[in-house]
């Protein structure tokens, strides 16, 4: 009989956070991905090198929020 206490052992797996840090990585690359696409959109005479830095921005930013 049981006294209270408990072997986590025994206990079912729950990858609870893990299954949260990979949603919250998808997340966030498809978020840049989507900024990137209306970017372009936005701005069609942006170089290559500007969209990147904005990206890079962006993706600094999501990541401090997120």
Known sequence: MSDGNFNRA????????????????I??????ETFV?????EQPSITQEEVKAK??????????VI
């Open 10 to 25: 025994l206990l079912p797996h729950t990858p609870y956070a893990s299954g949260m840090k990979a949603g919250k990585s």
């Open 27 to 32: 997340a966030r690359v498809r978020a840049v």
């Open 37 to 41: 696409q209306w970017l372009r959109a």
């Open 55 to 64: 990206a890079d921005k962006f993706s600094a930013m999501l990541s401090q």
